[in-house]
Structure formats: C-alpha cells, structure tokens
C-alpha cells in the first residue's frame, strides 16, 4: 500500500467560553468582554497578534449577547441596516481592519448607534491606526475603547499547544508541551503551527507524539519557528 492512511478526523476548535485560556496576555480583553454592554459608545475593538484568540472571543461574545458574527466579504456585499437587523443591532466584525469599503465601515458604525446597539471590531491592529479615507469614519474610529492582546507567556503557550492537541485528538504528556514550549518563537501562529507540524509527522511515521519522537524529528527537520540551538530535553 502506498499511500499513508490517516485515522485522525478534521479538527475543529473549541470556541465556548470554557474553552478560552486566560492568561495575562488577554485578560484585560476579556475583562473588557464581560463588561459588555457597559461599552462607551456601545462599541469595543480587540486587537492584537494572529491566533491570539481574537475571534474565539468574538464567539464568546455572540453567544452571550444574541450578536451576529460577520467578515468583510459580508460587509461588501450585504448593505449595513441589513446586517443591523439581522443581528438585533449587534454586530462583531471579524478582520475589522480590512474591510477595504470606508463608506460601508461608517454606515455600519453610524446604523448600529442608531439604533443604539452594540459593535464589537477585531483586528490586528488598533482602529486609531488603520488608514481611512473619511475623516468621519476617522474620528468614529478613535472613539471607539480598543484593548489588546499581548504576545503569549509560557504559560499561555503551554495551555494554546495542549488545547490544539486535545482538538486533533493527540494524547501527549506534560513532558511534550513543557519541551516545545522554550524552543518555539514567542508567537500564537508558532504555537499553533507546532502542533500541526507534529501531528503531520506522526501520522507519516505512525508514531505517538511522545517526547523520544518529538526529540528525534526536531533534530532530523527543525522548522524555521524552532530556536537552532535546543537545549537538552528536561
């Protein structure tokens, strides 16, 4: 048989409010989150690096509000008031920051305060920082509370990598987690990107991701995320 045959499902992430690891990082956003909808101007921006749990968030905050998720293809194609209705005057907005429509971005804005609801934007960057055409949307932009998400600790690292293998349905040990953790760059995506490296690497060997094997592969193809020098294992 040539080809390899993989046993494992697609994975989905978990996106309830349990299943978001809090850590110092992103507790202020959460902080910020549960305070909904004590929001000035009804409005929140969270921002910060890619995969830091940004839209887990937004998820979050749909659930327990009745607000409607959207992304920017929707943004182009569905005019404002519509989407307003749809999601009882709350909305969060997903990639928030690009958009690439000024006019329908101040539409949206402008018909959610109308009718004096509720506007979660998410974003990689802050709101005050995104290049806008119309002073209008400029100075509504400015307006709006924005909270970042900080780069993860070890300790937010640690609980991102676990998380993501219980979602691939992985079992490894403490002693797994704990070796990647000081030798991957500081970065969500390099978290994330670790972990499905592995999982890639244990399906084409038929091995466990256990701690001899994760040592061996590191040591035969280091991804560029790993530090070139490892210290010894634990």
């Not at 909808?37 to 327990?64: E, I, M, Q």
């Not at 002073?135 to 924005?146: F, G, K, M, N």
């Amino acid at each position: 048989m040539s080809g390899q045959l993989s046993l494992r499902l697609p994975h989905r992430s978990a996106l309830d409010r349990t299943d978001f690891l809090v850590a110092t990082p992103n507790e202020s956003a959460v902080r910020w989150i549960d305070r909904w909808p004590d929001w000035p101007n009804g409005s929140l921006a969270v921002y910060g690096p890619r995969g830091s749990g940004k839209t887990h968030l937004a998820h979050v905050w749909c659930k327990s509000s009745g607000a409607v998720l959207v992304d920017r293809a929707m943004i182009a194609s569905i005019e404002p008031p519509v989407l307003v209705e749809r999601g009882h005057a709350r909305i969060a907005l997903d990639e928030a920051g690009d958009t690439g429509d000024d006019e329908r971005l101040l539409h949206l804005i402008n018909s959610i305060r109308a009718q004096q609801g509720s506007l979660l934007l998410i974003s990689e960057a802050p709101p005050s920082s995104w290049p806008c055409a119309l002073p209008d949307l400029v100075s509504r932009l400015r307006a709006i509370a924005a909270v970042r998400i900080g780069s993860p600790d070890d300790t937010l690292l640690a609980g991102i990598m676990a998380k993501q293998f219980v979602e691939r349905g992985i079992v490894v040990g403490e002693e797994v987690v704990r070796y990647l953790v000081p030798r991957i760059e500081r970065t969500y995506e390099a978290a994330g990107s670790c972990v499905a490296w592995l999982d890639q690497r244990s399906l084409e060997a038929r091995r466990p991701v256990s701690l001899p094997f994760v040592i061996e592969t590191l040591q035969r193809d280091p991804p560029s995320y790993f530090h070139s020098a490892a210290a010894p294992p634990d």
